[in-house]
């Protein structure tokens, strides 16, 4: 029997509102939208930091299972029945105190929409402090076991780096902007990405690029054999709604319109 843990019973209330913006994640392989981040926004279009410095650390429990709510009821509405899209959402380590527990209202609100689990990734982003390397095992190990993709967000940037991904291996990683910015120009951006491709790729894991913005960023990402790509490059994030992605070389739009619910 799964015991509600400590989170479920206190923890402060948020006192603010907030949505979801979701921006694409296009797969070249198939020239598809592969899935849509769910990116936190203010209800005036507020940015996720103006939403974040309002969670103080005894609210970091309620805000990581609001957000997972929130993202599922907007793609359950938004996303096409069948459509096989995922959605992604992130999450925060250390705001889970017990795995099964604290998937409770996740798949409370996936089974009311009618959403696949199978059509939800989960990413934690190495900046983030993982407190309890064991812990966060934990946590992959059971979201596997529900059938969720797991991702580690920012990978090249954060605390652990190489050594996070020794310890274990997401399904997914996304390479941090930092290293994707101006990569068309600089031999040791170049190198250090296609090496962590080549990495990856021996490990099973898939690579994603995040915050492609020039066409040249993206060739030189798309040589090093990457497949999965976001960024302003592609689309912008759209307040509840799925953005038309474009391609300028070779101009690609998909439009949604059916739904789960």
Known sequence: MTIACEGCRSGKPLGFEFSMAFQPIFELSSSRVWGYEALIRGLNGEGAYAMLSQ???????????????????????LFPRESGLQLSINFM??????????????????????????????????????????????????????????????????YAGLSLLAD???????????????????????VIVASMATAARELGITVLA?????????????????????GYYFAKPAFEALPQIRLPAQPIVITHEAHYA
């Open 168 to 190: 274990f291996q997401p399904d997914l990683i996304k390479i941090d902007m930092k290293l994707i910015r101006g990569i068309d120009t600089s031999r040791a951006r170049q």
């Open 210 to 230: 995040e915050g492609i913005e020039t066409e040249a960023e993206f060739a030189v990402l798309k040589a090093a054999g990457i497949d999965l790509f976001q």
């Open 93 to 158: 380590p250390n705001a889970v105190y017990e795995p099964a527990a604290c998937l409770k209202a996740t798949l409370a609100t996936a089974r009311k929409h009618a959403f696949p689990l199978n059509s939800m990734m989960f990413e934690f982003t190495e900046n983030e402090e993982i407190a309890d390397t064991q812990h966060l095992l934990k946590i992959l190990d059971e979201y596997r076991r529900q059938g969720f993709i797991t991702a580690l967000d920012d990978f090249g940037a954060g």
């Open 55 to 77: 969670v103080s650390e005894d609210q970091k429990y309620r805000f990581d299972q609001a957000c997972r709510v929130k993202a599922i009821e907007l793609a359950a509405r």
